[in-house]
Structures are given as C-alpha cells and as structure tokens.
C-alpha cells in the first residue's frame, strides 16, 4: 500500500509561480514511476508530467511544456511539480499518482487526494 499526500495548491495569479508537493508512504517510492494528473471541473482527468524511477527522464503534455518542471526527491519520498508562469486555464485539482512496481500491473497504482490550484487572470 502507497498513501500519496499532496500539498501545495492555492490562489496564483497568472504569470507567478507555484510548486505543488506529494509525499509517499512506503518503501516503494523509488522503484516507481511518478506523475501529476489534472481535473477542471466537469472535464476529464488529464496527464501532466511524469518522472522515471531515477528521475533521468521527464514527460510532459503539450500545453505545459517549458513552464512546468516535475522532479523528485527518493531520499525523501516526495515528488514535485513546479509550475511557473501558471495560466488560468492551468486551474485544476492536481492530483498525484504511483505507478505500478511492473509495468502493466492493472491493481498496483495510486492516487493522492488531490490539490486545488487557482490561477486568476
């Protein structure tokens, strides 16, 4: 079991910044691949970014690409996500999630709870 807690969110105006956390229980953390997915309100959840166990490789959705940068901390169990020059089409529940331990393993995935970010124009 993972329990993800993210923190971070908030009011930000367009053109500020914003760094969003999510801390992971467990021993696990390391050996899985992270991301931060989104939900605007009566809209599906979407990808944003993730990182590779060791951190060596980031992806990202086309519309945040060179203004949010996602990143981890294995000796502390947290990822980030930083994002920078939000819009206020960024507003969102941002939500954090582990990847499975193998990949293709439908039951080994999990979700924080979700962060409310508010960009304002």
């Known amino acids: 079991q993972v329990q993800l807690v993210e923190s971070g969110g908030g009011l930000v105006q367009a053109g500020g910044s914003l760094r969003l956390s999510c801390a992971a229980s467990g021993r696990t953390f390391s050996r899985r691949t992270m991301a931060w997915f989104r939900q605007a309100p009566g809209k599906e959840r979407d990808f944003v970014a993730s990182?590779?166990?060791?951190?060596?490789?980031?992806q990202y959705t086309e519309p945040v690409k060179g203004r949010f940068t996602i990143s981890r901390d294995n000796a502390k169990n947290t990822v980030y996500l930083q994002m920078n020059s939000p819009k206020p089409e960024d507003t969102a529940l941002y939500y954090c999630?582990?990847?499975?331990?193998?990949?293709?393993?439908?039951?080994?995935?999990?979700w924080g709870q979700g962060t409310q970010v508010t960009v304002s124009s």
């Open positions: 990182i590779t166990r060791s951190g060596d490789s980031t």
């Open positions: 999630h582990a990847g499975p331990l193998v990949p293709g393993v439908t039951n080994d995935y999990y």
